[in-house]
């Protein structure tokens, strides 16, 4: 666990990183899992019952990543848009294949009723170095605004922007990892120059709503679907999950589209980021997974059951 007194191994503690620390940060990343045979490979087989479209591409040089995302087949203006997005921190893995598990176990249920927009991994080559940054060292999850410097964002914001209007329901799939406290948050500390405060890790699953426009049955709709398949997180002894109030069981709140995160880039009445934590030794892969489509599921029958009371 890295703290104030074990210094992140670049750059110096307090100092913002330069060109160089970036250039070496970006040398110490390693291709461990292969976007082409993990998701590129599932795309293509879903695009017997799915329209996919390439929306965009990343040129990393030498490495070139195109985009993918799936539709509805029988896309119908008449219907609620319903926004999926995966893997927007690529080392979330459930993230990823819990939208891709959906889209293959459960979106049949809702042919005719939702037109689905499905990115499922929002940032391959963070997904195969298993990583939360791009190769720039940027966070794509605080990269949702005019301008963004992270072009995983920026191409996610152009796909979405022709229905961004009609979108009923977002929901942004995502892990919290022991990671998070061990490398990525120390990493963060170490970018900007600040010192490293540990929030420690939630042992379970959570959301968060939007302090904006928080949905509080919307949320709880989810919470109630996902302790069918795995626990979720209790507060800590502040009264938080990640050192965030909790304001309801499992449910913490983000100003979503002030920050610059994926679930705050359209203005669906019904947003929401999950949070699946894959590090506890009561869960498995597979459950975290069916975790995420359950939290899928539960936001389009609760968006469809509400969509005449969504202001």
Same mark, same amino acid.
């Not at 191409?155 to 922007?161: C, K, P």
């Given at each position: 666990m890295n703290t104030d007194s074990t210094p992140y191994p670049i750059g110096t503690p307090g100092t913002p990183w330069s060109e160089a620390e970036r250039a070496e940060w970006l040398s110490r990343q390693t291709r461990?899992?292969? #976007? *082409?045979?993990?998701?590129?490979? @599932?795309? *293509? /087989?879903?695009?017997a019952r799915f329209d996919v479209e390439e929306y965009g591409g990343l040129d990393y040089g030498p490495d070139y990543y195109p985009l993918k995302a799936i539709r509805s087949r029988d896309w119908n203006s008449d219907?609620?848009? @319903?926004?999926? +997005?995966?893997?927007? !921190?690529? #080392? *979330? +893995?459930?993230?990823v294949h819990g939208a891709l598990e959906f889209l293959n176990k459960h979106a049949a249920d809702y042919a005719g009723r939702v037109n689905l927009l499905v990115a499922p991994c929002v940032s391959p080559w963070a997904y195969e170095r298993i990583? /939360?940054?791009? /190769?720039?060292?940027? $966070?794509p999850n605080r990269s949702f !605004?005019? $301008?963004s410097l992270a072009g995983e964002s920026a191409?996610?914001?152009?796909?979405?922007?022709p229905v961004r209007e009609h979108v009923l329901i977002h929901i942004d799939l995502h892990e919290t990892t022991d990671t998070d406290?061990? *490398?990525f948050r120390p990493a963060l500390a170490a970018r900007d120059g600040k010192p490293f405060e540990p929030a420690g890790i939630p042992d379970g699953f959570y959301v968060v709503d939007d302090s904006e426009n928080p949905q509080p049955d919307f949320q709880q709709a989810l919470i109630k679907a996902v302790e069918q398949v795995t626990h979720i997180a209790p507060v800590d002894e502040k009264g938080e999950i990640f050192g965030s109030p909790v304001v309801a069981r499992g449910v913490i709140q983000y100003p979503l589209s002030q920050w610059g995160l994926c679930a705050g880039m359209t203005r669906a009445p019904y947003r929401t980021t999950t949070e699946v934590y894959p $590090?506890?030794? /009561?869960v498995t892969p597979e459950q975290c997974n069916a975790a995420q489509a359950a939290a899928v599921c539960a936001a389009i029958d609760y968006g469809l059951a509400h969509q005449s009371t969504a202001g």
């Open positions: 461990q899992r292969s #976007y *082409e045979a993990e998701v590129l490979s @599932v795309i *293509e /087989r879903l695009g219907l609620p848009v @319903v926004l999926i +997005t995966g893997g927007v !921190h690529g #080392y *979330e +893995t459930s993230g990583h /939360r940054w791009n /190769r720039n060292a940027i $966070d !605004h005019e $301008d191409a996610l914001m152009r796909l979405v922007a406290e061990s *490398e $590090d506890s030794p /009561r």
